[in-house]
Every structure is written in C-alpha cells, then in structure tokens.
C-alpha cells in the first residue's frame, strides 16, 4: 500500500522517493585498466602535436616567404 501525504495541496509519495533513492545507490561495475595503452595513446598525441607544429611553422614560413617574393617583384 502507498503511502501518501498531501502538503499545500501537493502529493508527496514516499514509496517513488525510496525507489529514487535505490537508483543511486547502484555501483557500476569498474573495467580493467591497461596502463600501457594509456602511455602509448600519450605518446602518439605527442608525435601528432609535434606533426602539427611542423606543419604549421612550414606553412607560415612558406607563406612569409611568398609574401616577401612577391612584395619584392612589385617593386
């Protein structure tokens, strides 16, 4: 039987705040962890950012470098 209460013409139930509160209280079941996967997916977004810094310094340069040509053309 449910229990019920009325407070300001609001019905409170107690039996739906108990089974809120057993939703929470459910653990997730925990996965295993390698650690070496952990490092080698750090060392390859190393490698990545290092590839991207390159890229990106060669490409302003290049483009500082045409700018340069042709600025020296016009003239």
């Known amino acids: 039987m449910q229990k019920t209460s009325f407070n300001n013409f ?5 039996d739906q705040d108990r089974k809120k509160f057993n939703q929470f209280s459910k653990k997730e ?10 490092l080698n997916r750090v060392k390859l977004e190393k490698k990545m ?9 060669s490409l ?14 016009v003239k």
């Open 10 to 14: 609001k019905v409170l139930n107690e």
């Open 60 to 73: 302003t340069s290049l483009l500082l470098s045409l700018f340069g040509i042709i600025v020296l053309y």
């Open 29 to 38: 079941k925990r996965n295993i962890v390698d650690i070496n996967i952990l």
């Open 49 to 57: 950012e290092i590839k991207r810094k390159i890229i990106s310094f």
